[in-house]
């Protein structure tokens, strides 16, 4: 990699300030200590085996779900590096089932941050690809300590949004409204590069990212979708590619390189989907229609909805817009689009 003035993640964030709603240097801030927990997550990532922090911790999250050592390693972090930032003044986590109030000396910090701290748990022991998630609002309260109100906004409301990848190479993603920036983690030196400028995802996309193991519990309009991205209604000559990893920062990132569409539906099982609104398909609708992609529920674009919980799932249909479209088509067609 080229050093030939390569700009590290702290460089740009104060370069792009003037670009954002409300450039008083706190958001930029902000951000930065998000750059510092995930370099400290990475580390203990790629050293998870040798550090016995592999396998369930022996417990249920919030949603029912078991949780991993690393998913406790990961959000005590980034609670740990939000609560001494000074620019926050509430998290909201999918580890936890409530808002975490910050009391900043008595000052009010401007910002909330919803987030994932690791998605993608399921494949943490099998050394597969995983992330974090986030999101940035400004925050509506007058007082401290922070409401659930704070966290209740439209996705359009988000500042910033972004996520990270921990994978062959780790990989910061942002967005602050104005393009979407990726950064390369350099682990010799500790510092994020930009390597990544101005993302846009292609405007024709072949892969499409479905657990397709659900095919029957699906919606028939998204039964009739695969369909065609098989080639298996006679219309389309080229069949697409299925590439599906189960987590959705790594699938998210792979088809907003290379062009795709990630799908998780409504199924039988969950009418409402099964991800979360606020901190998993918020920020990354806002980063894949800042990239020129769309994301929406098969009806209502993601970033229109009113969130009424910190938990709301909601099925998402998200990437190149051409596939999307086509996808939101699909279930008109069948009478079946999701609200």
């Given at each position: 990699?080229?050093?030939?003035?390569?700009?590290?993640?702290?460089?740009?964030?104060?370069?792009?300030?003037?670009?954002?709603?409300?450039?008083?240097?706190?958001?930029?801030a902000?951000?930065?200590?998000?750059?510092?927990?995930a370099?400290?997550?990475?580390?203990?990532?790629?050293?998870?085996?040798?550090?016995d922090?592999?396998?369930?911790?022996?417990?249920?999250?919030?949603?029912?779900?078991?949780?991993?050592?690393?998913?406790v390693?990961?959000?005590?972090?980034?609670?740990?590096?939000?609560?001494?930032?000074?620019?926050?003044?509430?998290?909201?986590?999918?580890?936890?089932?409530?808002?975490?109030?910050?009391?900043?000396?008595?000052?009010?910090?401007?910002?909330?941050?919803?987030?994932?701290?690791?998605?993608?748990?399921?494949?943490?022991?099998?050394n597969?690809?995983?992330?974090?998630?986030?999101?940035?609002?400004?925050?509506?309260?007058?007082?401290?300590?922070?409401?659930?109100?704070?966290?209740?906004?439209?996705?359009?409301?988000?500042?910033?949004?972004g996520?990270?990848?921990?994978?062959?190479?780790?990989?910061?993603?942002?967005?602050?409204?104005?393009?979407?920036?990726?950064?390369?983690?350099?682990?010799?030196?500790?510092?994020?590069?930009?390597?990544?400028?101005?993302?846009?995802?292609?405007?024709?996309?072949?892969?499409?990212?479905?657990?397709?193991?659900?095919?029957?519990?699906?919606?028939k309009?998204?039964?009739?979708?695969?369909?065609?991205?098989q080639?298996?209604?006679?219309?389309?000559?080229?069949?697409y590619?299925?590439?599906?990893?189960?987590?959705?920062?790594?699938?998210?990132?792979?088809?907003?390189?290379?062009?795709?569409?990630?799908?998780?539906?409504?199924?039988?099982?969950?009418?409402?989907?099964?991800?979360?609104?606020?901190?998993?398909?918020?920020?990354?609708?806002?980063?894949?229609?800042?990239?020129?992609?769309?994301?929406?529920?098969?009806k209502?674009?993601?970033?229109?909805?009113?969130?009424?919980?910190l938990?709301?799932?909601?099925?998402?249909?998200?990437?190149?817009?051409?596939?999307?479209e086509?996808?939101?088509?699909?279930?008109?067609?069948?009478?079946?689009?999701?609200?």
């Amino acid at each position: 990699m080229s050093r030939t003035r390569q700009i590290v993640l702290d460089e740009f964030i104060i370069q792009k300030e003037k670009d954002f709603p409300y450039a008083t240097g706190e958001l930029s801030a902000l951000l930065r200590d998000i750059g510092v927990a995930a370099k400290i997550v990475n580390r203990e990532v790629n050293r998870a085996g040798l550090a016995d922090i592999l396998g369930q911790a022996g417990a249920d999250n919030v949603q029912g779900e078991a949780q991993q050592k690393l998913d406790v390693l990961a959000n005590n972090t980034f609670i740990n590096s939000l609560k001494t930032s000074g620019e926050c003044a509430g998290i909201a986590s999918e580890e936890d089932e409530d808002i975490i109030c910050i009391d900043v000396d008595g000052e009010k910090a401007k910002y909330v941050v919803a987030m994932d701290p690791l998605d993608g748990s399921s494949n943490i022991d099998v050394n597969v690809s995983i992330g974090t998630i986030f999101s940035i609002y400004r925050r509506l309260s007058e007082k401290c300590p922070c409401t659930h109100g704070d966290f209740l906004q439209k996705g359009r409301e988000q500042v910033a949004a972004g996520y990270v990848i921990y994978g062959s190479s780790t990989m910061l993603v942002y967005t602050t409204g104005n393009g979407v920036n990726g950064f390369t983690l350099d682990p010799s030196i500790g510092e994020f590069y930009l390597s990544h400028p101005d993302i846009k995802i292609p405007s024709k996309g072949s892969i499409y990212s479905i657990n397709q193991g659900g095919y029957t519990k699906f919606p028939k309009g998204v039964q009739a979708y695969l369909d065609y991205c098989q080639g298996l209604d006679g219309n389309n000559d080229k069949p697409y590619s299925l590439r599906y990893i189960g987590s959705m920062v790594a699938d998210l990132h792979r088809n907003l390189i290379k062009g795709g569409i990630f799908i998780y539906p409504s199924t039988a099982d969950a009418p409402k989907g099964k991800l979360r609104l606020l901190y998993e398909c918020n920020p990354m609708a806002f980063i894949v229609e800042q990239a020129g992609g769309k994301a929406t529920t098969g009806k209502v674009n993601i970033l229109d909805l009113q969130p009424t919980e910190l938990h709301e799932r909601t099925p998402i249909f998200i990437g190149n817009k051409e596939m999307v479209e086509k996808a939101e088509a699909m279930l008109v067609q069948y009478g079946q689009a999701a609200v």
